[in-house]
């Protein structure tokens, strides 16, 4: 059974950071591309950021230079390092594995509001 867990979401102010993460079982990890997605209420779920599993990454253009995605192979374990957060950032954020198949995590809710 493919599992992916996120965690590490909530309620920030502007300007302030926060981390998630994705945490995934029942995949051969190393193999799959993985990534995180937003939805913001009303609007459509969107690409943030996504690692092959080679390692490239690829940002979408509204936080680059802001989030970094990495990947921990041995911990079957991807991450978001979010930082400079902007209230256009506030969504549901998911997880998604892609290798032929995809899978999403039920998503964590992240809240960017003064």
């Known amino acids: 059974q493919v599992q992916l867990v996120e965690s590490g979401g909530g309620l920030v102010q502007p300007g302030e950071s926060l981390t998630l993460s994705c945490a995934a079982s029942?995949?051969?990890?190393?193999?799959?591309?993985m990534g995180w997605y937003r939805q913001a209420p009303g609007k459509q779920r969107e690409l943030v950021a996504d690692i092959t599993s080679g390692g490239t990454t690829n940002y979408a253009d509204s936080v680059k230079g802001r989030f970094t995605i990495s990947r921990d192979n041995a911990k079957n374990t991807i991450y978001l390092q979010m930082n400079n957060l902007k209230p256009e950032d506030t969504g549901v954020y998911y997880c998604?594995?892609?290798?032929?198949?995809?899978?999403w995590g039920q998503g964590t809710q992240v809240t960017v509001s003064s």
């Open positions: 029942g995949i051969i990890f190393s193999i799959y591309d």
């Open positions: 998604n594995a892609d290798h032929y198949v995809r899978y």
